[in-house]
Each structure stands twice: as C-alpha cells, then as structure tokens.
T-cell receptor, first 113, second 114 residues
Framework: SQKIEQNSEALNIQEGKTATLTCNYTNYSPAYLQWYRQDPGRGPVFLLLIRENEKEKRKERLKVTFDTTLKQSLFHITASQPADSATYLCALDKTGGSYIPTFGRGTSLIVHP | NAGVTQTPKFQVLKTGQSMTLQCAQDMNHNSMYWYRQDPGMGLRLIYYSASEGTTDKGEVPNGYNVSRLNKREFSLRLESAAPSQTSVYFC?????????????FGNGTRLTVT
C-alpha cells in the first residue's frame, strides 16, 4: 500500500541547532515533493518544492533534499529559532507529476530557547 | 489581499442537520480543494475542482457534495451531518491542479457534530 511516513514524535532541539525532519514514502514515484508549515489553529503554508531531478533546494535557512533511490526527503532548518516551532508537513504526488499532492501526517518541531 | 477565506470559523451541528461551508480565493487561481484534518490522520482530500466547471472526488468524498460556483468560490455541503464528520475543514487553491503547484490554504472551519 502507499504510505507517506513522517515521525509522529515531536522533535525537540535547542535554539541555534539544525533541525532535521524526515519524510519517507513507499509505493509512490513522485515527480515532486513539497514541504509546508502549519501553526496551531492555522492552515498549512507552503515552504519549498523540490522536483525529482533536483537533489537539493535551499531557501534562506531552509534546505530540502530528495533521494528517489532511498525514497526519502530531508528538511533542514539551520540556526533554528523558537519561532520555527510548528508542525511540518511533506506532500507528494503519486507519480508523473499530474496528481494532487497527498500529505503526510506531519512532525511537530519544538525549538527551546 | 485576503488569499483564501473560509466561513464560518466554527460550527456545531446536531446529527442529521445540514450545512454549507463557504470558501473564496482572490488569487485568480484555477484549482480549488477541500481537505479535512483529523488527529493522527493528517490532511485528506475530500473533493477538488481542477478548473471552473469541473469537480472530482478525492480520497474521502462520502457524505459530502461540492459546488464550484465561479472561479473564486468553492463550497462544501454536508447534507446530513454525522459525528464522524467532526473535523477541521480546510479549503485551498492553486494555479493548477498537480504539477507541484503550491497550495494556498485558508485557516479552516472547526466543525463539531453532536
């Protein structure tokens, strides 16, 4: 069956450290993968898109990698701040790129001052 | 620029009652979506409209109907609400359906069915 797996346990880190979140998938062949941020009581907000032919994408303190062999994406936040505390969702399409993205359940990140 | 606006923000229904959730976007996007989010289940697609005049079922369409009223507005109707429909409902829009087009979400309608 198709699965998108994100760590259900919250990730707790100290301010200033790099946070690394994982998105693993099985039985998908996504042409793209997206990362969203969701704050309590709010809708998800789009952060980054990475396509299957891209190994890495950066935006300010954010970095995303996409390994189609391992079927895994890593989402990094460098020099993390308490304001980065939120739930982070990955989303990907089934195959070929034309599908509506399917979301993982998200991982909660808590950055301690 | 409001983005995606959903109304109401909160609603309590009794089993069997009906209601319509409203959604409007001001970004001139072609595609619009309805998701529900439940604890431990993540976001699940109910229905979507790839373009004005079309609607398609998502992963969990049973018990819901939708109307793409025009390019801006996409409504979700519960004809006979059930406790299993207690959830947070998010409307979203994007320039096109799929192909990595980022989704822009509203802030949700929190629905409780008793």
């Amino acid at each position: 069956s198709q699965k998108i797996e994100q760590n259900s346990e919250a990730l707790n880190i100290q301010e200033g450290k790099t946070a690394t979140l994982t998105c693993n998938y099985t039985n998908y062949s996504p042409a793209y993968l997206q990362w969203y941020r969701q704050d309590p009581g709010r809708g998800p907000v789009f952060l980054l898109l990475i396509r299957e032919n891209e190994k890495e994408k950066r935006k300010e303190r954010l970095k995303v990698t996409f390994d189609t062999t391992l079927k895994q994406s890593l989402f990094h936040i460098t020099a993390s701040q308490p304001a980065d505390s939120a739930t982070y969702l990955c989303a990907l399409d089934k195959t070929g790129g034309s599908y509506i993205p399917t979301f993982g359940r998200g991982t909660s990140l808590i950055v301690h001052p | 620029n409001a983005g995606v606006t959903q109304t109401p923000k909160f609603q309590v229904l009794k089993t069997g009652q009906s209601m319509t959730l409203q959604c409007a976007q001001d970004m001139n996007h072609n595609s619009m979506y309805w998701y529900r989010q439940d604890p431990g289940m993540g976001l699940r697609l109910i229905y979507y409209s790839a373009s004005e005049g079309t609607t398609d079922k998502g992963e969990v369409p049973n018990g819901y109907n939708v109307s793409r009223l025009n390019k801006r507005e996409f409504s979700l109707r519960l004809e006979s609400a059930a406790p299993s429909q207690t959830s947070v409902y998010f409307c979203a829009s994007s320039e096109e359906a799929g192909f990595g087009s980022p989704l822009h979400f509203g802030n949700g309608t929190r629905l409780t069915v008793t």
